[in-house]
C-alpha cells in the first residue's frame, strides 16, 4: 500500500520534473516554472501544494520588499535522490525519445 502510494504521488504528471528541479536546490516560482517546459501555471501551483502538503516541498516567505517566495526540498524530498536518479539511468537506457521511436507499418492486405 505505501509503494502504491508513493508511486502514485511521485509518478503524478509533472511531480517528478518538480522535485527534480529542486534537487538543485531552491527556486522561485517563476525559475520552476522557466524549468520546466509545457507546465502550466495551474499544474505547477497544485503540484507544489500536493507536494507541500506531503512533506516533500518546503514554501519559504522572505520577507523582503518585494516578499519572494522560494520552494525548497525536506530531507523528506531529499531523500528522494536516490530513488530519481535510479529511474534516471533506466529512462536513458530504456525509454526512447519521441523522434526514436519507428511508426509501425502497415500490412496490406
Known amino acids: 500500500m505505501k509503494f502504491h502510494k508513493a508511486v502514485e504521488l511521485i509518478g503524478r504528471r509533472w511531480s517528478g520534473a518538480v522535485i527534480q528541479v529542486l534537487m538543485r536546490g531552491a527556486c522561485r516560482y517563476a525559475e520552476l516554472r522557466d524549468a520546466i517546459p509545457d507546465i502550466s ?3 505547477l501551483s497544485e503540484r ?4 507541500e502538503e506531503e512533506g516533500i516541498v518546503i514554501r519559504r516567505v522572505i520577507p523582503e520588499t518585494p516578499v519572494r517566495v522560494e520552494y525548497e526540498l ?4 531529499r531523500a528522494l535522490e536516490p530513488a530519481l536518479s ?3 539511468r533506466w529512462a536513458e537506457h530504456w525509454v526512447a525519445e519521441r523522434s526514436d521511436r519507428r511508426r ?3 500490412v496490406r492486405a
Open 41 to 43: 501555471d495551474r499544474m
Open 48 to 51: 507544489l501544494q500536493e507536494l
Open 74 to 77: 525536506t530531507a523528506k524530498g
Open 86 to 88: 535510479a529511474i534516471g
Open 104 to 106: 509501425p507499418t502497415r
